[in-house]
């Protein structure tokens, strides 16, 4: 019998064998999406990602994706040039800028996360249901253990 030490230490080599790969297609996928069909970088994906998450400014971007405020900067600024994102003056703090989608940009989200959609369950075609409900119950256990 495997002591749950045991268990824990072969969930976590487990865990590095597939998570990272698996991610790692995830990414690839999306990055082609992004850049092949929508003519964005993954990084502005992200970006307006978490805009549509409620992230409104260039700050709170800089802090979620722990990078700098100019390297988050030039991205918005490609964005809202692609028409994708706006800046739109505080109306609390005149020094505050806010960032908001276009429809343009939700349109472009709306579209990259429904083909990635699409590109999943194709993946997922050949699962039964007692695997992708194995498969759904781990992603529950994965969120619990990174409340």
Not at 3 to 8: A, F, I, N, Q, T
Not at 24 to 46: C, L, T, W, Y
Not at 78 to 85: A, N
Request: hydrophobic share 40%.
């Amino acid at each position: 019998m495997t002591s749950p030490k045991d268990l824990r230490e072969q969930t976590i080599d487990h865990f590095w064998e597939v998570i990272p790969p698996l991610w790692g297609k995830i990414r690839s996928h999306i990055r082609a999406a992004a850049m092949g069909n929508f003519d964005i970088s993954v990084e502005q994906f992200h970006i307006l990602r978490h805009v549509r998450r409620g992230m409104g400014s260039v700050s709170e971007l800089a802090t979620a994706k722990n990078i700098s405020r100019p390297a988050i900067s030039q991205g918005v600024e490609v964005l809202v040039k692609k028409g994708l994102l706006t800046r739109v003056q505080s109306t609390q703090d005149r020094r505050c800028v806010e960032l908001a989608l276009t429809s343009a940009g939700n349109s472009l989200l709306d579209a990259v996360f429904k083909e990635t959609r699409s590109w999943m369950k194709e993946r997922m075609n050949g699962l039964t249901a007692d695997e992708l409900n194995t498969v759904k119950d781990a992603m529950n256990a994965l969120k619990k253990m990174l409340e």
